[in-house]
């Protein structure tokens, strides 16, 4: 079936660092969505993107749906402790219906 | 508040025994979707609706039963013929013009 590749697994950083994760497929997509999830909660919706080449920020995140179509990445700057959590990437492939493929997500830890 | 509701947050039941996940919005949203989390891993689809008295089967719909008769709700059975229930349900929709997913806060099953 049809997969995202994201990357890395997990991260641990120092408080303060600046953050970069990706999602990458051999497929073409429509939409590219950034979910973040922490423990026991379900994901909220980061940033959407839906043009190829666009580049979108809310506060210290930053998001960029890539000219190929075929990947996307998140930056996040000057970590704080509650950036913690699970990042996931999401995205709807061209020419089919509205299932939206889901990557295995970014574990982010932040050291003391 | 306009959102996604699922209850109950945490449910327990006995091997053998159905029981059914709640999933409601007032976001008039179309269509409604059911994932399953594992831990560490991604979302994986269950079923999903994308209009009132319709819905498809996703990536794993074995085991699992849905409803959708009126918009607003979206109720996941888990049958006792599901091999392996106990998961992180999560319950999603979206609004007819984008794919853009909103998630309720979860479902924690465990099946004892």
């Known amino acids: 079936g049809q997969q995202l590749n994201q990357s890395p697994q997990s991260m641990f950083i120092q408080e303060g660092e600046d953050v970069s994760m990706n999602c990458t497929s051999s497929s073409i997509f429509n939409t590219w969505l950034w979910y973040k999830q922490d423990p026991g909660e379900g994901p909220v919706l980061l940033i959407a993107l839906y043009k190829a080449g666009e580049l979108t920020s809310n506060g210290r995140l930053t998001a960029q749906f890539g000219i190929t179509r075929k990947d996307s990445f998140l930056n996040i700057s000057a970590s704080i402790p509650s950036d913690v959590g699970i990042y996931f990437c999401a995205g709807q492939l061209m020419n089919r219906d509205d299932k939206i493929i889901f990557g295995k997500g970014t574990r982010l830890h932040i050291l003391p | 508040d306009g959102g996604i509701t699922q209850s109950p947050k945490y449910l327990f039941r006995k091997e053998g025994q159905n029981v059914t996940l709640s999933c409601e919005q007032n976001l008039n949203h179309d269509a409604m979707y059911w994932y399953r989390q594992d831990p560490g891993q991604g979302l994986r689809l269950i079923y999903y609706?994308?209009?009132?008295?319709?819905?498809q089967k996703g990536d794993i719909a074995e085991g699992y039963s849905v409803s959708r008769e009126k918009k607003e709700s979206f109720p996941l059975t888990v049958t006792s013929a599901q091999k392996n229930p106990t998961a992180f349900y999560l319950c999603a929709s979206s609004p007819g013009d984008t794919d853009t997913q909103y998630f309720g806060p979860g479902t924690r099953l465990t099946v004892l």
């Open positions: 609706s994308q209009i009132v008295n319709d819905f």
